[in-house]
């Protein structure tokens, strides 16, 4: 199994990105999807997720509004599109998956895979 994420890169605040996650080995849509992000310095933290058969989509407080997950099965792929991006947004962000559907506003720090990380750089 591995997840590959893309889509980083250097923007200026207020600009956007669109993250993309493409996996092999497993098929998205039967599986709960998240993206994380850890910023210099800083602990790893959720920021969005979705899950399989509702589709239902969570986001942390911080992006609510701004970030938006979505997922096409055709492509087994999951995107965060990142709108109005802030510096406070610099990170390494990573996609992840689980069997388990945690529930809106639940999530787990160990999920069953990660991929790599792609930076995300916003200049002020």
């Known amino acids: 199994v591995q997840l590959q994420a893309c889509g980083g890169g250097l923007v200026q605040a207020g600009g956007s990105l669109r993250l993309s996650c493409a996996a092999s080995?497993?098929?998205?849509?039967?599986?709960?999807v998240a993206w994380f992000r850890q910023a210099p310095g800083k602990e790893r933290e959720f920021v969005a997720s979705?899950?399989?058969?509702?589709?239902?989509?969570a986001y942390a407080d911080s992006v609510k509004g701004r970030f938006t997950i979505s997922r096409d099965n055709a492509k087994n792929a999951v995107y965060l599109q990142m709108n109005s991006l802030e510096p406070e947004d610099t990170a390494v962000y990573y996609c992840?998956?689980?069997?388990?559907?945690?529930?809106?506003?639940?999530?787990?720090?160990?999920?069953?895979?990660w991929g790599q990380g792609t930076l995300v750089t916003v200049s002020s």
């Open positions: 992840a998956a689980d069997r388990t559907n945690y529930g809106v506003g639940r999530y787990t720090t160990s999920p069953d895979y």
């Open positions: 080995g497993l098929t998205f849509s039967r599986y709960w």
């Open positions: 979705i899950e399989w058969r509702t589709d239902l989509t």
